[in-house]
Every structure is written in C-alpha cells, then in structure tokens.
C-alpha cells in the first residue's frame, strides 16, 4: 500500500528525535523540498527551528493512510535582516558636497592625498604674512586628518580673479619698472626678430639642406658672425637642433600626449641651452610631481578657502657655491618642519635651489593654456618669499609652451593704485589710506605675453635657444644676487 506523497515528504524529510529529547532539527531548504516534492510554496528566507515537543503525532505509529492529519510545528523565525536605505540621487554638485561632508568612518592611518588635504603643519596667515606657531607642538603631516575645508578651483584665467591674480596683456599693458627687466626684455626683442641668432659656421650647411624649406632661408641680419661656440661645437649645436625639430613634428603629427611633448623636446632643448650658454650653476629640472606647500597656496579673497594646487612641468633653478649652501641650510633649520624649503615645495631637488623661473606645458589639443598653473605656482613662490621676510622681489619671467610655440610672460605684484584726491583732504587721511593700503594683500600680475620661437624649423628655433640663454644669464646675474643677499639678510637677522 502506498502512502500518500503529502505523508511520504513528511516521512523522509522531518527527523523526530526519541522522546524527551530537547534538540531542535532544521526544517528542509526551501529551495530542495520544492525541488523534490512540489508540495508547498515555501518562503525564500530560512524556515527557522523546528520546536519537536509541539509537533502532535501519534505516539505508536506514523499517520496512516486515508485519514486526516494534522501537523502542527512552532517555528522560531530568524531575525529579518534590514536593508539599507536607498541612496538618495545626486542630481546637483551642492548635492555631491553635502554627501562627501557626512561624517564617515575613516581608516587609521590617512592617505597622502589626506594629508596633502591637512593644509600645513601650522597656521600661516598670509594675508599679514606673519608665522604663527600653534600651541600644540607641529604635528607630523603624515599623521594629520584630512581637512573638510573645500578647495576653490581655479581652472580659467578668469576664477583667478577671485584670488587678486589679474591677467593683462602686452599689447595694452608696459612692462614693471625694473631697469635689469627692461634690460631682458630688450635682449629678447632682439633674438626674437632673428638678430644675429644663427652662428656663422652653420651657414653654408643650412642653405645646402636638401630638406630645406621656406621657413629656413636666411638674412644677413640673422648670421652671426662672433657667435660665442667654436665651429665644431656650432655645427653639433645644429645637429642636435634639427634632432629636437624631428622629435616635435612626429609630437605633433602623432598627437602625442604632454608627456612625450616634455621627455622628447622640452627637455632636450633647455638642456641644451643651459649647455650652450655657459652657465653650468643654471639648471633645468622636471617639476611634474612637485606640490606646493598647502599653507603657501594662494587663497580665495571671498571665502579665505585655499586654491586648488596647481603643478607646472620644469622649473630653471641655481646652484650654489659651499659657502653659501651652508647659509641655506642654516636658515631652514630655524623654520618649521612644513616650510624647510627656499621654495614653495618639498620636492627634494627644489628645496635648497632657488627656483628663477617656472616653465608650463601643454599640448595643441589641451583645453587649458597654462596660465592658471603659472599664476598659481608663482602666487605660492611668492608667499613663501615673504614669510623668509624678502623685499624688493623683482618681476619673474614665467615660460608657457603649448605644442610647437613658445610664450614669454612676467609676473609681479603691486598694490591697487590709489585714486587722485583733492585739495582739500587733509594729510592725516592720506596716512591712513596709505596704512590700509600697506596692510591690504597686494594684487599679483601675470603680463601675458610675448612669442619667444618654435620648434617647427630651424631659425624660429635659433631664436628660441638665443631668448632661453638670455633668460638664463638673468637668473644667473640679477636675480641670483637679489635671492642670495636675501637668505643671507634673513639668515642674519634670526
């Protein structure tokens, strides 16, 4: 006689222990007895724990067939796992700030884009330049937390407004009054016009070039006839020119990416004009990873949130002799750990070069043209000029490449000119505008900005190479004296 299935799955799937025993069996999976026997719609989520002593059956024998039976079992239910809350859309950029200033479990031990996010390792109010130590001891930057203060971004020349940075342009603006500049600026008009740019040794082999093209042809007003290379060394000079002309036409027809544009033709032409010049304490470095110092950024005149940090590509920086190495190491053992650098990074190469000038680059397809970075970069170089308690900074020349050109900029600060006052103010008024004006933070300005070259052939490329040696001979003159009778002045007054 078969037994029904109802009683058979009943059989073959609950497990009753022997009386009086107080242990609980598991009921089927719900998945496997609707698999098997297709008899009951069970629940996705497990059934619980059968309690054995409430189930009623017969107590000699199973239930038999063609009667009613009636199966009674008390389950505990398991706890109901909650789900999480639907996060809410975020539709607006307010919205995606809100999220990411909730409080969220944090790791231990921060990362360094936490740490670069701290700020500095003491409070520094550049707006009256003064270095104010906490009262705590200067804690370790790898040890800070993140800091919730937003970073303004400064990604067009047109968001520098907000942080006094004011772009002008040559055509409408003149130059600082600074003799040594206007002197460089002269210098630079005249290379740039092709004057006296290609050696004289080189002559003939250039209008020999069977690949010469009408960019190439020369003018008695280009060839020099003294230039300052033997020959031989004139003639290498030119190989290695026309080598850097190749690495930028394939640069460009390839679409390259900034990184090649730097490592196959920047770089290799500013070291060559650093070579060819004469100057071995003037030197190129790639500055591609080198931050600035949080508390030296330049600031939101509005909110008083820090800019975003800006990197630049190569910075022509000095050497110097013993005597005066000895100098810097001695004034940046008096600074906080944050700021042991003569500069506005702690990259290692830059922290005891003075940096003269600071190069920007970019591709033809870049959306950007680099003066944000300049302005920034500059802002903080200067803020950190300040705290060693420098005077008289002189305008900087910056250097910005976009594919195959190259542009000339200078940069400066001033204070917002006064206006024309009448006769009948009085004196003591004067004192006191000139007072707010001593107090207020000073305007920075970017001159933009004068065509120096290009790589795309040979004399645009002469011109190029005359306007970086004279660039060179400016940091290494003038503005190597300036910086080292600052360190020594401020070394000297500690």
């Not at 996010?117 to 804690?139: K, N």
Request: glycine letters at 2%; hydrophobic letters at 35%; aromatic letters at 4%.
């Amino acid at each position: 006689m078969k037994l029904p299935l109802a009683i058979r799955a009943w059989v073959d799937e609950v497990k009753i222990t022997s009386k009086g025993d107080e242990s609980a069996e598991l009921l089927p999976s719900p998945k496997r007895f609707k698999a098997r026997h297709h008899y009951h719609q069970w629940d996705r989520q497990p059934l619980g724990i059968v309690n054995t002593n409430a189930i009623s059956t017969p107590n000699t024998m199973p239930p038999q067939p063609g009667k009613k039976t009636t199966v009674t079992a008390t389950i505990e239910k398991s706890p109901v796992r909650r789900t999480s809350p639907r996060r809410k859309r975020i539709t607006t950029e307010e919205e995606r700030e809100e999220v990411d200033n909730e409080a969220t479990p944090q790791l231990t031990r921060p990362s360094w884009a936490g740490a670069l996010r701290a700020g500095a390792a003491t409070d520094i109010s550049l707006t009256r330049l003064e270095l104010r130590r906490p009262t705590s001891s200067l804690p370790d930057s790898s040890h800070s937390s993140p800091s919730k203060r937003s970073r303004s971004p400064a990604k067009t020349t047109t968001d520098l407004q907000f942080a006094n940075i004011e772009l002008r342009a040559f055509s409408e603006h003149p130059p600082p009054d600074c003799a040594h500049i206007q002197e460089l600026l002269s210098d630079i008009q005249a290379a740039t016009a092709g004057i006296s740019v290609v050696p004289h040794a080189v002559q003939a082999e250039i209008a020999s070039n069977p690949k010469k093209t009408i960019l190439d042809r020369l003018s008695p007003h280009n060839i020099n006839v003294s230039y300052h290379l033997s020959d031989a060394k004139a003639v290498e000079e030119l190989h290695q020119l026309r080598s850097i002309i190749a690495d930028a036409a394939d640069c460009k027809v390839e679409c390259q990416s900034e990184a090649a544009w730097n490592a196959r033709v920047h770089d290799p032409l500013l070291r060559l004009s650093m070579e060819t010049a004469a100057l071995p304490r003037v030197r190129p470095f790639i500055a591609t990873t080198a931050t600035i110092i949080p508390a030296l950024l330049p600031r939101n005149a509005f909110t008083g949130d820090p800019l975003s940090s800006r990197l630049v590509d190569f910075c022509i920086a000095l050497e110097s002799d013993t005597a005066h190495k000895e100098t810097i190491k001695q004034l940046l053992a008096s600074q906080p750990a944050a700021l042991r650098s003569l500069n506005q990074t702690m990259y290692s190469p830059l922290r005891f070069r003075p940096i003269a000038i600071a190069v920007e680059t970019k591709t033809d397809t870049a959306t950007e043209t680099g003066e944000s970075q300049l302005a920034i970069w500059t802002k903080a170089w200067l803020n950190r000029m300040k705290l060693l308690g420098a005077k008289n900074i002189p305008p900087l020349p910056v250097l910005r490449i976009k594919g195959h050109d190259w542009f000339l900029l200078l940069a400066w600060e001033e204070h917002e000119q006064e206006h024309e006052h009448g006769q009948e103010q009085d004196q003591e008024q004067d004192r006191d505008r000139d007072r707010e004006q001593q107090d207020a933070e000073p305007s920075l300005i970017i001159l933009a900005e004068m065509p120096i070259g290009d790589t795309r052939s040979i004399l645009p490329l002469y011109r190029l190479i005359n306007v970086l040696r004279r660039l060179a001979r400016w940091a290494d003159g003038p503005f190597r004296d300036w910086h080292e009778s600052t360190v020594a002045s401020t070394c000297h007054n500690q």
